[in-house]
């Protein structure tokens, strides 16, 4: 899957701050994901402007299937191992963040 020009350059003619496997997993990431509904919703868990995501997955959308990475069963493991621990990370940041609020009105 080739999602930069030939030289290491974005379709802008500068060089491409995000590496190819980079691109690579964000897009695996984004087909294998239940929970983000939107590309706009995925590229902010990622960190990348939202028409950057959808320019990665509209490349390799023209491809073969047998061409995209699909993952293994080791890769779908720790997909969900790591979907777990995000969301347990999630509910500790929401309580933290109500206690926040709760604390900074008794001070008030």
């Not at 020009?5 to 691109?23: I, L, M, Q, V, W």
């Not at 929970?35 to 320019?55: D, F, M, P, Q, Y």
């Not at 890769?75 to 933290?96: D, F, G, H, M, Y």
Request: aromatic share 8%; hydrophobic share 40%; net charge positive.
């Amino acid at each position: 899957m080739d999602l930069v020009a030939p030289g290491g350059k974005s379709g802008a003619g500068r060089p491409s701050k995000y590496s190819d496997e980079f691109r690579r997993d964000a897009v695996v990431l984004f087909r294998a994901s239940e929970s983000w509904c939107t590309c706009a919703a995925a590229a902010k868990e990622i960190g990348v402007n939202h028409e950057t995501l959808r320019n990665w997955v509209w490349a390799t959308a023209t491809e073969p299937a047998s061409a995209r990475q699909t993952l293994n069963a080791d890769e779908q493991a720790e997909l969900a191992r790591l979907r777990k621990a995000e969301r347990e990370w999630q509910v500790k940041k929401e309580i933290l963040r109500r206690a926040a609020a709760y604390f900074a009105r008794e001070m008030k």
